[in-house]
């Protein structure tokens, strides 16, 4: 099984701050990587596939980057509503997995 | 409009049976994969298992194996997830999901992406005596 595994797990931000978080995969996958956003007690919504292309309906502040091992997703300016917690996912194998999620909370 | 609705959760005892429900609407559901992910409390996500459109390819995470079923009905817009031999750390938000499948650039190597698009609002499942 391909291990996911975020940092950090959290972390306190500022409303406009640039936020990085980081995905590594225990193999290689290409770009076959996701990035999913979670607010509490709601479902996961995508916001990038392939590593890099921004799901429709996506703020361009969010974005994506990476390849084979290493991944990052990063929100250029923090909003409001971007208070939440974030997953990667691969899906280069047959059996998914998800990282362990990263929250990101009120500085 | 696009939706799934879990149903089909509860409190069950260990060793106890369930059996989740996923209605879709709003689209083909037989032109769709369907996965089910779970989340326990206050952990992260963790993929369950898949299913193809027609029900002939079906994937489940190795530690969920011998105990869980996916199934699906296209004539009811129906996906299910059959639970047996429960045990506490299989508590948990249950959600289904649809699967998209996009062509890769050539560039990455060609193939398709993956990814899941639309979510249920999830149906909890507590094993507990």
């Known amino acids: 099984d391909i291990q996911m595994t975020q940092s950090p797990s959290s972390l306190s931000a500022s409303v406009g701050d640039r936020v990085t978080i980081t995905c590594r995969a225990s193999?290689?996958?290409?770009?076959?990587l996701n990035w999913y956003q979670q607010k509490v007690g709601k479902a996961p919504k995508l916001l990038i596939y392939?590593?890099?292309s921004l799901h429709s309906g996506v703020p361009s502040r969010f974005s994506g980057s990476g390849s084979g091992t290493d991944f990052t997703l990063t929100i250029s300016s923090l909003q409001p509503e971007d208070f939440a917690a974030y997953s990667c996912?691969?899906?280069?194998?047959?059996?998914?997995?998800f990282g362990g999620g990263t929250k990101v909370e009120v500085k | 409009e696009v939706q799934l609705v879990e149903s089909g959760g509860g409190l069950v005892q260990p060793g106890g049976s369930l059996r989740l429900s996923c209605a879709a609407s709003?689209?083909?559901?037989?032109?769709?994969?369907m996965h089910w992910v779970r989340q326990g409390p206050g952990q992260g996500l963790v993929w369950v298992s898949r299913?193809?459109?027609?029900?002939?390819?079906?994937s489940y995470a190795d530690s969920l194996k011998g105990r869980f079923t996916i199934s699906r009905d296209n004539a009811k817009n129906t996906l299910y997830l059959q639970m047996n031999n429960l045990r506490p750390e299989d508590t948990a938000v249950y959600y289904c999901?649809?699967?998209?499948?996009?062509?890769?650039?050539?560039?990455?190597?060609?193939?398709?992406?993956?990814?899941?698009?639309?979510w249920g609002k999830g149906t909890t499942v507590t094993v507990s005596s």
């Open positions: 392939g590593a890099s």
């Open positions: 193999q290689s996958i290409s770009t076959h």
């Open positions: 999901a649809r699967g998209y499948r996009l062509v890769a650039p050539a560039a990455t190597g060609g193939g398709y992406y993956f990814y899941m698009d639309v």
């Open positions: 996912q691969q899906t280069y194998s047959t059996l998914l997995s």
């Open positions: 709003g689209f083909i559901f037989s032109t769709f994969r």
């Open positions: 299913i193809n459109s027609d029900g002939s390819s079906i």
